[in-house]
């Protein structure tokens, strides 16, 4: 640790008030703070404070259409054959954004450990895991996992990981990375804020971040060298996503992408969620806050609505793409945010502003689709695809993404020719879920289960 070249660095960038405690801290504080500050982009900063002001303008309504869609009648043979090849060879990984906390859902552990199975109460970590494991026994080949965390929820996910043993994968295909963090700004001297006298504040710099982690840390150079040439990106709290759906690989693989995504039709026009669309012909997501009313309620000449995809946070990313948009002049850019933010102030006395006192930097992973020259948009079917777990009750609760876990199960039972019981409003009656390992879909489930199958109470086909 090399003190004076520390401090020369900072005093070059106007920042070295943040070693004015130096003395006094110990060798851990010292080694901790000197570690924050090795990588920190100082010029990086300094830029991005002197652009402070600089907003990322929405498009005129003119630019933004309708986003081209792969819609999910179409002919699926071709894509689902190339999906599973790519998966035989072993060219696919499986990236899960795993850096929340269940806070609003009033659990203080990694939002991945909240249990959501409606009969065997997995988690949904154990959910998608189990994707991967049946996944990975089907064709044969690794399928890498790589599961970001935060600062906050890394040492719990791998704790839990461990004691789970992994849920069956090999130790060495799972791999942990952290998110990115960003360093806040005071607001009117643009000079670093620190939350102890021996560390700065600093904040996660987005979803976006997910994609520069693998990058900075290494992994996407492993992966180049494993051979794979996929990464299927998604978020943990979704315990119905097709991981690696074979057929949305094989659309993504057909165009030769470089980013592809699946998107849902919105349940009404007025939906808070990103909206899919094309500006100037290249694929971008609009937040619905950034549309006009007219907008959202136009409807085509078959009177449907013109933006009605929705975002459900999966994707597909070739790995060189990745590559290409996490460094130099192409890497994601940053947005600003003023935020009320708790710091020191030179005397070493905590403060607590009323107001916005500081920058926070974060970069968006759908800042990366307009970079991509080739593109896939695949329709989903929410029911089958989509229900995330944010709140408590209510909407997007552990209540309905359970209801939904059960009537996927019973829907898949039906097709199999079993009969499920149904309640007035349609939902399964009893409580069903269906394990990965037992089926990954309605076909493979059809060849197992046994059509006198009496659903007579709680089921769960493992």
């Given at each position: 640790?090399?003190?004076?070249?520390?401090?020369?660095?900072?005093?070059e960038?106007g920042?070295?008030?943040?070693?004015?405690?130096?003395?006094?801290?110990?060798?851990?504080?010292?080694?901790?703070?000197?570690?924050?500050?090795?990588?920190?982009?100082?010029?990086?900063l300094?830029?991005?404070?002197?652009?402070?002001?600089?907003?990322?303008?929405?498009p005129?309504?003119?630019?933004?259409?309708?986003?081209?869609?792969?819609?999910?009648?179409?002919?699926a043979?071709?894509?689902?054959r190339?999906?599973?090849?790519?998966?035989?060879?072993?060219?696919?990984?499986?990236?899960?954004?795993?850096?929340?906390?269940?806070?609003?859902?009033?659990?203080?552990?990694?939002?991945?450990?909240?249990?959501?199975?409606?009969?065997?109460?997995?988690?949904?970590?154990?959910?998608?895991?189990?994707?991967?494991?049946?996944?990975r026994?089907?064709?044969?080949?690794?399928?890498?996992?790589?599961?970001?965390?935060?600062?906050?929820?890394?040492?719990?996910?791998?704790?839990?990981?461990?004691?789970?043993?992994?849920f069956?994968?090999?130790?060495d295909?799972?791999?942990f990375f952290r998110?990115?963090?960003?360093?806040?700004?005071d607001?009117?001297?643009?000079?670093?804020?620190?939350?102890?006298?021996g560390?700065?504040?600093?904040?996660?710099?987005?979803?976006g971040?997910?994609?520069?982690?693998?990058?900075?840390?290494?992994?996407?150079?492993?992966?180049?060298?494993?051979?794979?040439?996929?990464?299927f990106?998604?978020q943990?709290?979704?315990?119905?996503?097709?991981?690696?759906?074979?057929?949305?690989?094989?659309h993504?693989?057909?165009?030769?992408?470089?980013?592809?995504?699946?998107?849902?039709?919105?349940?009404?026009?007025?939906?808070?969620?990103?909206?899919?669309?094309t500006?100037d012909?290249?694929?971008?997501?609009?937040?619905?806050?950034?549309l006009?009313?007219a907008?959202?309620?136009?409807?085509?000449?078959?009177?449907?609505?013109?933006?009605?995809?929705g975002?459900?946070?999966?994707h597909?990313?070739?790995?060189?793409?990745?590559?290409r948009?996490?460094?130099?002049?192409t890497?994601?850019?940053?947005?600003?945010?003023?935020?009320k933010v708790p710091?020191?102030?030179a005397?070493?006395?905590?403060?607590k502003?009323?107001?916005?006192n500081?920058?926070?930097?974060?970069?968006?992973v759908?800042?990366?689709?307009?970079?991509?020259?080739?593109?896939?948009?695949?329709?989903?079917?929410?029911?089958e695809e989509?229900?995330?777990?944010?709140?408590?009750?209510?909407?997007?609760?552990?209540?309905?993404?359970?209801?939904?876990?059960?009537?996927?199960?019973?829907q898949?039972?039906?097709?199999?020719?079993?009969?499920?019981?149904?309640?007035?409003?349609?939902?399964?009656?009893?409580?069903?879920?269906i394990?990965?390992?037992?089926?990954?879909?309605?076909?493979?489930?059809?060849t197992?289960?046994?059509?006198?199958?009496?659903?007579?109470?709680?089921?769960?086909?493992?």
């Amino acid at each position: 640790m090399n003190t004076d070249a520390i401090r020369q660095r900072l005093r070059e960038h106007g920042q070295d008030h943040v070693l004015a405690w130096w003395d006094h801290l110990d060798d851990a504080e010292r080694r901790a703070l000197a570690g924050q500050l090795e990588t920190i982009d100082l010029p990086r900063l300094k830029q991005l404070y002197a652009e402070r002001d600089k907003t990322f303008a929405v498009p005129s309504a003119e630019r933004i259409q309708p986003v081209p869609v792969i819609r999910r009648d179409a002919d699926a043979t071709h894509a689902r054959r190339l999906g599973n090849e790519a998966l035989a060879r072993g060219e696919v990984a499986v990236l899960v954004v795993a850096g929340g906390q269940g806070t609003r859902l009033g659990f203080d552990l990694p939002k991945g450990m909240f249990p959501v199975g409606p009969v065997s109460n997995k988690t949904l970590f154990h959910f998608h895991a189990e994707k991967v494991l049946a996944l990975r026994r089907k064709h044969g080949q690794p399928i890498p996992l790589l599961v970001m965390t935060s600062h906050a929820t890394e040492a719990p996910t791998r704790q839990f990981f461990e004691e789970q043993r992994y849920f069956g994968l090999p130790k060495d295909e799972v791999w942990f990375f952290r998110q990115g963090v960003m360093p806040a700004l005071d607001l009117h001297t643009g000079k670093l804020l620190l939350e102890t006298k021996g560390s700065l504040f600093t904040s996660p710099n987005g979803h976006g971040g997910t994609l520069t982690a693998l990058a900075e840390t290494g992994l996407l150079d492993r992966l180049k060298q494993l051979g794979v040439r996929q990464v299927f990106y998604f978020q943990v709290d979704n315990p119905l996503v097709k991981v690696a759906d074979p057929v949305f690989l094989g659309h993504h693989l057909a165009a030769d992408a470089e980013v592809s995504s699946k998107v849902v039709p919105k349940r009404g026009p007025t939906e808070k969620v990103g909206h899919f669309v094309t500006v100037d012909g290249r694929c971008t997501i609009i937040e619905y806050s950034d549309l006009t009313e007219a907008q959202v309620h136009e409807k085509d000449e078959r009177g449907e609505y013109k933006l009605w995809a929705g975002n459900p946070a999966i994707h597909l990313f070739s790995v060189d793409f990745l590559a290409r948009v996490t460094q130099g002049q192409t890497r994601l850019p940053f947005h600003v945010a003023r935020k009320k933010v708790p710091h020191l102030d030179a005397q070493g006395n905590p403060v607590k502003p009323d107001q916005e006192n500081a920058l926070k930097f974060e970069m968006f992973v759908f800042d990366a689709l307009p970079l991509a020259d080739r593109w896939t948009v695949v329709e989903a079917d929410r029911a089958e695809e989509f229900e995330p777990l944010k709140n408590a009750t209510g909407a997007d609760s552990p209540e309905t993404v359970k209801r939904a876990i059960s009537n996927l199960a019973a829907q898949w039972l039906e097709q199999a020719g079993v009969a499920v019981p149904r309640t007035s409003e349609g939902h399964a009656a009893h409580p069903v879920e269906i394990s990965p390992l037992h089926a990954l879909d309605p076909e493979e489930l059809a060849t197992k289960v046994d059509k006198k199958l009496k659903v007579a109470g709680p089921l769960h086909l493992e």
